[in-house]
């Protein structure tokens, strides 16, 4: 017996679809698909959050100076002429960040593998949108809010048959 559905897809479009449909799930919380993707999507985003709860608090916080371009009141960066050319002021600027353990760097490099990166536009400009870090959710949301859970982070109800070809429908949601 195979070891995962087909679909009706060659490798890279399943693995396509799982990736996109694993990562629509954990970004939205709950997603409608068919039973047997459902299934699939099931064992892939269980396993991420299960590997996001064993490593949430798998991390030191460090000091560390950074250098910071000045700016001026409208935002834009203060220059100053040094030897005929102009040049950017810094200020030294103390920042605290999260430093991974290594087993942790390790699980945010295995969801990486699955995850696509999410955009979210602001509005109808594109250069408002921002950039989600889906491995950051994961770890900071997702993960406290199971780490008192042993599994069975996923519920699946059946919502009946689609119109177009009768596939049983589902939403598959995060608990």
């Not at 396509?16 to 409608?32: E, P």
């Not at 047997?36 to 916080?61: F, S």
């Not at 250098?67 to 834009?76: A, V």
Request: aromatic share 4%; glycine share 6%.
């Amino acid at each position: 017996m195979a070891g995962q559905r087909k679909l009706g897809r060659d490798a890279a479009g399943r693995k396509a679809l799982l990736r996109n449909q694993v990562t629509n799930l954990l970004y939205h919380g709950k997603i409608k698909t068919t039973a047997p993707k459902a299934k699939e999507i099931r064992k892939i985003a269980e396993g991420l959050i299960a590997m996001a709860v064993r490593e949430k608090d798998n991390y030191e916080e460090v000091t560390i100076k950074a250098k910071q371009p000045k700016l001026d009141k409208d935002g834009k960066r203060v220059k100053e002429v040094v030897d005929g050319k102009k040049v950017t002021v810094y200020d030294e600027v103390e920042k605290t960040i999260k430093k991974d353990s290594a087993t942790r760097l390790h699980a945010r490099r295995q969801m990486l593998k699955v995850l696509y990166p999410v955009t979210e536009v602001q509005g109808a400009k594109r250069r408002q949108a921002k950039k989600v870090d889906m491995c950051d959710k994961l770890f900071s949301e997702i993960a406290p809010k199971y780490a008192d859970r042993n599994g069975g982070y996923t519920r699946i109800i059946k919502i009946g048959p689609r119109k177009g070809d009768a596939a049983e429908e589902v939403i598959i949601e995060l608990v």
